[in-house]
């Protein structure tokens, strides 16, 4: 495509895309990748446990939610759902959603699995099938905001169907990652990409349709477009490697996890009324 990055492999550009081509690309990704995500991270994060990040930190120590029992919760991009399922044995109303079919048939079957059912929907982050201020609480794991080409929107959509003095909380990938090789290793210590390059990571094929996008903000970015959206920003963690802890998820581990960040939680609130 003629505009890759340095270090980027074969059918890899860096270039923009509209939401409608960020969608297609995240369905068909997920839906094809849900089997070898599960396989791979299903016991890490567990069919009824809470875990934000590859760091394995938990929201049962975290408590970035607030008091859950009773609260009307929505998980936005689920996956297969484990942290509906912990908080629904914490007595809240949960909802779990997410784009990709295939996602979600890992949320039922790990129903299924360990009992715990929860409401699952399909949808779209950038468009919430809920009403106006429906929910108490709204978060997601790694979900929906790094794919979205209008993040800002996703931020606004959230806004409206919280309650006022509603909280929103979600995790992405540490931006300072994006200067680093997606590498575990020693390669993944070398800065190649700029900071300040929001143009997003483009995966396409050979006919140049993006098969999958994932997006880059700066911190200042996403503080910018919460506040923009009405929210309150109540902290912003960058959870530490634990000592001991083994554990590679794709780009994270020890080597780089001791060094810097691998991810980043915003919690936020809606004012009250
Ligand atoms: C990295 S997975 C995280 C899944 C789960 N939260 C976890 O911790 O394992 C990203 C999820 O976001 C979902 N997703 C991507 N774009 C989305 C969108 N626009 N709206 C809702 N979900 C989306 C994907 O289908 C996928 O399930």
């Given at each position: 495509?003629?505009?890759?990055?340095?270090?980027?492999?074969?059918g890899?550009s860096?270039?923009?895309?509209?939401d409608?081509e960020?969608?297609?690309?995240?369905r068909?990704?997920?839906?094809?990748?849900?089997?070898?995500?599960?396989?791979?991270?299903?016991d890490?994060l567990?069919?009824?446990?809470?875990?934000?990040?590859?760091?394995?930190?938990r929201?049962?120590?975290a408590g970035?939610?607030?008091?859950?029992?009773?609260?009307r919760?929505l998980?936005?991009?689920?996956g297969?759902?484990?942290?509906?399922?912990?908080?629904?044995t914490?007595?809240a109303?949960?909802?779990?959603?997410d784009l990709?079919?295939g996602?979600?048939?890992?949320?039922?079957?790990?129903?299924?699995?360990?009992?715990?059912?929860?409401?699952?929907?399909?949808?779209?982050?950038l468009?919430?099938?809920?009403?106006?201020?429906?929910?108490?609480?709204?978060?997601?794991?790694?979900?929906?905001?790094p794919?979205?080409?209008?993040?800002a929107a996703?931020?606004?959509?959230v806004?409206?169907?919280?309650r006022p003095?509603g909280?929103w909380?979600?995790?992405?990938?540490?931006?300072?990652?994006?200067?680093?090789?997606?590498d575990?290793?020693?390669?993944?210590?070398?800065?190649?990409?700029s900071y300040?390059?929001?143009?997003?990571?483009?995966?396409?094929?050979?006919?140049?349709?993006?098969r999958?996008?994932?997006?880059?903000?700066?911190?200042?970015?996403?503080i910018?477009?919460?506040?923009?959206?009405?929210?309150?920003?109540?902290?912003?963690?960058e959870?530490?490697?634990?000592?001991?802890h083994?554990?590679?998820?794709?780009q994270?581990?020890?080597?780089?996890?001791?060094?810097?960040?691998?991810?980043?939680i915003?919690?936020?609130d809606?004012?009250p009324?």
């Open positions: 495509m003629g505009d890759e990055g340095p270090g980027d492999e074969p890899v860096r270039r923009p895309v509209t409608a960020a969608r297609r690309a995240s068909g990704w997920w839906d094809a990748d849900a089997d070898a995500y599960q396989a791979e991270h299903g890490f567990g069919d009824v446990e809470f875990v934000w990040c590859p760091e394995g930190l929201e049962s120590t970035l939610l607030g008091p859950v029992v009773g609260a919760i998980e936005l991009g689920a297969a759902a484990a942290a509906a399922r912990w908080l629904h914490r007595e109303e949960v909802v779990a959603m990709s079919a996602m979600l048939r890992h949320a039922a079957a790990a129903a299924e699995r360990s009992g715990v059912r929860v409401p699952l929907a399909q949808a779209d982050a468009a919430l099938p809920f009403r106006t201020g429906s929910f108490d609480t709204v978060f997601t794991a790694f979900g929906a905001v794919f979205v080409a209008d993040s996703v931020m606004r959509e806004f409206r169907v919280l003095g909280r909380a979600f995790s992405v990938t540490h931006p300072i990652r994006w200067i680093f090789l997606d575990p290793g020693e390669g993944g210590l070398l800065a190649v990409h300040f390059d929001r143009r997003p990571y483009v995966e396409h094929d050979p006919g140049g349709t993006p999958y996008v994932e997006q880059h903000r700066t911190v200042g970015d996403r910018r477009e919460l506040v923009a959206a009405g929210f309150v920003l109540r902290d912003l963690v959870p530490e490697w634990p000592a001991g083994r554990q590679v998820w794709g994270w581990s020890p080597l780089r996890g001791r060094l810097f960040p691998g991810t980043a915003f919690v936020a809606k004012p009324a």
